[in-house]
């Protein structure tokens, strides 16, 4: 809701009412900390690292004069340091909030008086995102009302070496009970209260890390913790600039770090095109505040020179959001100035989608696109970002690709893409890939504590257990343990499995964010479950939420309205299959379920599933489920597992690119008769519709779904004699696909709707070119392009299936025609059902 004029200047009265002299009557804990930062900032500021202050208390007029007090405190050593510098702080703060109103206002009136070297910008904590890649001297954030790990993240990282943080707290003693917005999304029907976890474990690891990290609690005037350090001084930059370079050394000039540089040179690789029928893959990886993503904007400044010429390069940039690449659309148009390159910037709201300059164009696009998209080059910028069959898609489809990704960091989990995307491309004799690890962090030194503790309390570094011998042998011969994993013990007292589980996640998972954390911690209807080797190291984790349970007037409601918060299943069962009823059972739907990477394809994963569902059932549930983007590979687990298909989404993911489906174990009668219609209404939705909203789908996706929903009839259809003779003609005569295929799509549908009945007729070749061909109705060189075969084989796959098919169905072989002996007098129309 927006504050009106009047509420605005009210608000700015009753700051101006509250404030005092600064210096005058300070609280004690505030004269402490002031000569505490004294200490601490010259040695930031000597190290290159930063200090951070948490300032609690349940009065706002009291903790916003206590910002400002620190943030003069600051200005005033830097400016014994460093003369009269400019510093420049980012104040966020919670629009929504009254008291956060207050404090912003407190804040800024203090520091316009008495520092004028300061200069705030003030901003709304919901736009965090669009500071990625900025560089400010302090920071304030305003977590009183509301703690968003994602929005710490974000922010905490754009403060440079030497800077400040300050974060807003409320009462020290009470924060932890505080219903803060986050944990009031996380409520859901049926559970109204959320856990109170993830702050505990916040407060824990500010204490942890009191390195230049100082806690005042402004109601009982106290210093908490904290300590000045004197960390080693400050590395001297030195960046040094190639001698010869095919890029302009202008762009290197650009650099901040020689990292930079040698990311920046690494591209020059990308200038000479592959051979025909190879690929070049750059990837450059980094954790976060390394500068991949400005060293990607400048390369790709340098390619366009370079390439740019009579042919018009086309150049695709694509990231999880257009947001994510405005670090890198910056850099680049700051490099295009430096080349003297007059360019045209593509704008949309403030933010920037691409440049067009003479002989090159560079556009975003969403990474669903991609792989259809024309292009010369695409960068991918944070790739971890994405899932891994889009990236194979992408790789795949284009010839010279430079991917960014972040090796730890909110954006995403880079872990997933080093070891399942890379692993692939590393074993593809048909790709040149080039690899480049920046480590020299840009704003900050090496040892800042202040990035050890965001690490630490975000889990941004965790790793799953290195396993050892006796855990490969547990595993072999079954011997694992079910871990029943209640969030209060994992993150107050069992941080080891903790840091072991959420480092499965972090590398199955193409997209980790530290807001995943907080609510695995705090949301009321969320639990953890894991199988453990006899050591205890965890080898298979899964994140469950329990749906369902809902009152009779929510669950005709949903009939006809707008989804309800959790609950996806029932909210998907009773709007797609008119079952209002469903929403009364009660199951566990699998958020995340995930192997430890070494041990993948050994069962462990199937293992969990079985424990949950033996659970599920002693609890009293309905029905076991999961959601997630499809593909071949998951289909076959979690059939393999008993799941049945209940749902397939009709667009696809505009991020994953891929289609959703749902997926039900059932337990209860009720349960396992909605199942089997489900399962029956996807398949006859997927073969009416793979010829429109289904067109695009992977075939070996389609083929995996249909083959694993239950046969819709087991009769097979008659032909008339006309029908008959044509589809003869086609397999053995004369006649074309494009004559017969009316014939052809009839008798191919019977397949589909007989699967799996007839397993084993028709190759897995042969299945697809059906799907692709017949089924999806696509044109013979998209069709040869998919299979990745010539034209002439195309259609002489797609005969030779259909020629099983018909030999299986009719007893139609070459010789069938000369048998039959058909009058010419014969209505062709009359029945001759063959089977």
Known sequence: MRRSPEERERVKREAEEASYELGKEMPESLLRLRRLLRKAVKYAAASGTRVMVVLSGSDPVKVGVATAFTLITYEQVMRSLKGRPQIRVLYAFNQYFEDSQLRKELVKRSVKERGNLLKLSIIKSEDARRYLGTTFQGLVLDLVNDLRPNRLGILVGIVEGGGMIVLQAPSWDSWDQQLTEFKRNLVVPGHEQPRHVFISWFKRKLLEHNRNVFVIDLDNDR?????????????????????????????????????????????????????????????????????????????????????????????????????????????????????????????????????????????????????????????????????????????????????????????????????????????????????????????????????????????????????????????????????????????????????????????????????????????????????????????????????????????NTLLNQDKTKGNIIPDRVIKHLRVPSFGRLRGWRIVRIATHPSVQDRGVGSA??????????????????????????????????????????????????????????????????????????????????????????????????????????????????LRYQRLWAYLYGPMTYETSNDVIKEVVSAYWARAPLDRGLLTREEELALIVKVMQGRPWPEVSRELGIQFEDALSLVRAAVRKIAERYYGLGEGSMKALGFDELDSPASAVGKK
């Open 223 to 555: 210093l908490v913790s904290g300590e000045p350090v004197k960390l080693p001084p400050a590395k001297e930059r030195q960046v040094s600039l190639p001698e010869e370079a095919e890029f302009p050394r202008e762009l290197y000039s650009l650099a901040l770090t020689q990292d930079q540089v040698e990311a920046i040179r690494q591209a020059e690789w990308l200038i000479e095109p592959p051979g025909r029928g190879r690929r070049k893959l750059l990837v450059i990886t980094a954790d976060r505040g390394r500068g991949k993503s400005c060293a990607a904007g400048i390369a790709m400044a340098g390619l366009a020179k370079a390439l740019g010429g009579q042919r018009r390069l086309r150049v695709v940039v694509t990231s999880p959001d257009l947001q994510n690449t405005q670090s890198l659309m910056e850099l680049a148009k700051k490099a295009f100035e430096a080349e003297g390159l007059d360019v045209e910037v593509i704008a949309d709201r403030g933010l920037i989608e691409g440049f067009k300059g003479k002989g090159f164009i560079i556009k975003y696009v969403s990474p669903d696109r991609v792989p259809e998209a024309e292009a010369d080059i695409v960068i991918i910028d944070e790739a971890s970002g994405l899932p891994v069959p889009l990236l194979h898609k992408i790789w795949r489809s284009h010839s010279r690709v430079l991917v960014a990704s972040t090796v730890h960091g909110y954006e995403g989990a880079g872990r997933g893409f080093s070891v399942r995307f890379l692993g692939e491309v590393k074993q593809d004799p048909n790709t040149e890939l080039r690899q480049f690890e920046m480590r020299e962090p840009i704003r900050y030194s090496e040892d800042d504590p202040i990035e050890a503790w965001l690490f630490d309390v975000l889990l941004l570094d965790a790793e799953p257990a290195k396993l050892e011998e006796p855990d490969l042998t547990d595993i072999k011969e079954g011997r694992l343990q079910y871990l029943v994993l209640e969030p209060e013990e994992l993150f107050l007292k069992r941080e080891d499995l903790l840091r072991q589980a959420f480092g499965i996640y972090v590398q199955a998972h193409y997209r980790n964010e530290p807001d995943d954390l907080a609510l695995v911690a705090d949301a009321p209807h969320y639990s953890i479950r894991a199988v453990a080797t006899g050591s205890g190291r965890i080898v298979a984790a899964s994140l469950l939420a329990e749906e369902g349970g809902l009152d009779e007037e929510l669950c």
């Open 608 to 721: 969990l599933l079985r424990f949950i569902f033996d659970e599920a059932v002693k609890r009293g549930y309905d029905w076991v489920g999961s959601g997630f983007g499809v593909n071949e590979r998951l289909v076959r687990f979690w059939h393999r597992n008993g799941f049945q298909l209940i749902h397939v989404s009709p667009d696809r993911n505009p991020v994953s690119g891929e289609f959703t489906v749902l997926v039900l174990r059932p337990i209860g009668e009720q349960a396992s008769k909605l199942a089997a219609v489900a399962n029956r209404e996807v398949k006859v939705k997927l073969l009416e519709a793979l010829q429109d909203s289904y067109r695009g789908m992977e075939p070996d996706v389609a083929a995996a779904m249909l083959s694993s929903t239950a046969p819709v009839t087991e009769e097979v259809p008659p032909l008339t004699e």
